[in-house]
């Protein structure tokens, strides 16, 4: 029985076409995550590597890889090729993918809570004003920092239900992959083409 395999999409630098055609594969280096957000770049680094850590459990990194390269699972949903980049529509095993909701990164992002629900959200917001907190974004730095180590971790475990999702089909679903194998390419959209 083959494996199943779905279909992916992805806006590169399009630097990385030299890389794949000298090694066969695209990685992200951390070197270019630092390049791409400048001075924000510590902040991305830690939820990236966050990310990472728990994402490897989940489907087995590669070695030499540091971050994932980050994939709409919808051709609508992928950004359009721009000067310098480049959109790679692939098919790889669907075993590969990294399932994950980008509508919830955005809290790891910012460095709050994921809640469960609409109910728990309104809870730890009733949390936050019984614990005299005003504001949910200054636990990791801020005047809160150093202050509420429990509220730090009960923070960082809810960051998990990042990967908690009901359905594809449900808005801000990603998929995630370690690398692009030159043999999951199977087309390269440049600037002017339609990734339509």
């Keep these: 029985m083959s494996e199943k395999m779905v279909s992916l999409f992805t806006r590169q630098n399009d630097k990385t076409l030299y890389q794949l055609e000298r090694d066969g594969r695209v990685i992200n280096v951390r070197r270019y995550v630092e390049l791409h957000f ?103 730095e801020g005047r809160y920092k150093g202050f509420y180590p429990d509220e730090v971790q009960r923070i960082k475990e809810s960051w998990k239900r990042v990967f908690e999702i009901e359905s594809l089909e449900e808005p801000g679903v990603c998929g995630n992959i370690w690398e692009i194998r030159e043999s999951n390419v199977r087309r390269i959209v440049r600037p002017g083409e339609a990734v339509y």
Excluded: M
């Excluded at 540091?66 to 669907?94: D, F, H, K, Q």
């Design 38 to 140: 400048g001075d924000i770049a510590p902040l991305f680094l830690d939820s990236y590597d966050w990310f990472t850590r728990v994402a490897e459990k989940r489907v087995p990194k590669p070695e030499d890889v540091n971050a994932p390269i980050w994939c709409a699972i919808r051709r609508e949903e992928c950004l359009p090729p721009i000067p310098g980049t480049v959109v790679y529509e692939l098919e790889v095993p669907e075993k590969d993918v990294i399932y994950f909701s980008d509508l919830k990164w955005d809290y790891v992002l910012n460095r709050i809570y994921v809640p469960k629900n609409d109910a728990d959200a309104a809870a730890y917001k009733q949390h936050l004003k019984e614990i005299g907190v005003t504001n949910g974004f200054e636990f990791f």
